[in-house]
């Protein structure tokens, strides 16, 4: 597959963010509203130039229609909202974008800590309506944590490896989130502490988990000739895709093949760029198993290669991961230490590095970014970002 035509014709022109905490008394719909009127004002647009409202398909969150009323918008002729991870929502932006169905999209994510993922959520009676579980108080299966907790086991017994990996992948979220004013979690900490943290189930401990966090994050697209016209440098959508193996986590037969490696082939397919030419790396931490997957299978490294290559790629001395001494990886702290956010945390950070907005965490010249949301099955993602 080489056929891409929508190839940088819509790109990011805003961004807007709550940031993230684990003690908001805030609903869902109030943080939406925050991050999307900074992003709309961001983009240095008024919100009847917007027509076209895409929310993540968090539980709980605000729908499209719910979110473009509370903003005040009376000419909306695309709304929709995607299963999470975020791609599938800024792919259907894209999309239609480019179709002509609006001109101008808000992209908004609104997370809340529920009862299924965060302890103080479970003890705060308003937040009980969330449901106890994910997916609306089923028992708990193979599907979701427990899943990523079986594929780590068969991870390292196939290659033989410790829990070093994970540790390092997990230090260097905290690291990076340091430098990060919105992070949830900004405490620095070390292999030792990884190492020490408690069990949540083997081999996975409290730190290979995200952090269930509550905040909002909003982005806008327009068509690349627009974005010209706007505030600030547009970030293009150079290739973006999803990708799907099986849904099933217990059905899954091997590491092998599954969304990962669907998302890699078209991505590398559609695009212009590949590793050689990205300036910083963006893949999902929801778990610190998924992680290493996208380093192996973006290419990286081999199969069974991440522990090797992650200690030849380790800066002692900052106590990260650069990726030949150049390439940072989620310089925002990744849903590990800024919070869950389901990629949009991740895309956010590629936007404003791109940009050159970061501050004391900016990559130096920067221009291209590859962005790998998502897990193994239902939801794997990704997308090349580049600066005009």
Not at 39 to 44: E, F, K, P, W
Not at 319 to 343: C, Q
Request: glycine share 10%.
């Amino acid at each position: 597959m080489t056929r891409n035509p929508i190839k940088d014709q819509v790109s990011f022109v805003g961004v807007g963010t709550t940031g993230f905490t684990r003690t908001s008394d805030h609903s869902s719909l109030a943080l939406a509203l925050d991050a999307s009127t900074r992003a709309i004002r961001d983009a240095g647009l008024d919100k009847a130039d917007i027509n076209g409202v895409v929310s993540v398909g968090e539980p709980g969150a605000p729908g499209p229609e719910v979110l473009a009323t509370a903003l005040g918008l009376t000419n909306v002729t695309h709304f929709t909202k995607p299963t999470p991870v975020v791609m599938n929502s800024i792919v259907d932006a894209m999309n239609a974008i480019y179709a002509g169905s609006c001109d101008t999209v808000l992209v908004c994510s609104s997370m809340l800590r529920a009862p299924w993922n965060s302890r103080s959520a479970a003890n705060d009676p308003f937040r009980r309506h969330l449901g106890g579980t994910i997916g609306g108080g089923i028992p708990e299966t193979i599907n979701m944590a427990p899943a990523y907790t079986a594929w780590a086991s068969r991870y390292m017994h196939e290659y033989g490896v410790g829990k070093e990996p994970f540790g390092r992948i997990a230090v260097n979220m905290r690291t990076n989130a340091a430098q990060n004013p919105i992070a949830a979690m900004r405490a620095p900490i070390t292999l030792e502490d990884y190492h020490a943290a408690r069990m949540i189930r083997e081999p996975l401990c409290l730190l290979d988990m995200d952090v269930p966090v509550d905040g909002a994050d909003a982005l806008v697209l327009t068509t690349t000739e627009r974005a010209k016209l706007l505030p600030h440098r547009p970030i293009a959508l150079h290739a973006a895709t999803v990708g799907l193996g099986t849904s099933d986590e217990d059905q899954l037969p091997s590491l092998a093949r599954h969304g990962q490696h669907v998302v890699i082939e078209a991505l590398k397919a559609k695009s212009d760029l590949w590793l050689d030419d990205v300036d910083i790396f963006f893949p999902y931490d929801g778990f610190t198993i998924i992680t290493l997957a996208w380093f192996e299978n973006a290419g990286w490294c081999p199969p069974g290669g991440a522990a090797k290559f992650l200690a030849d790629n380790w800066d002692s001395d900052g106590n990260r991961i650069v990726i030949d001494g150049r390439i940072p990886v989620n310089p925002h702290g990744g849903s590990l230490s800024e919070g869950a956010t389901r990629g949009t945390g991740h895309i956010r950070e590629a936007i404003v590095q791109l940009r050159g907005d970061a501050g004391e965490r900016q990559v130096p010249g920067a221009r291209t970014a590859l962005v790998t949301p998502g897990g193994f099955f239902f939801n794997p993602q990704g997308a090349i970002l580049r600066a005009l």
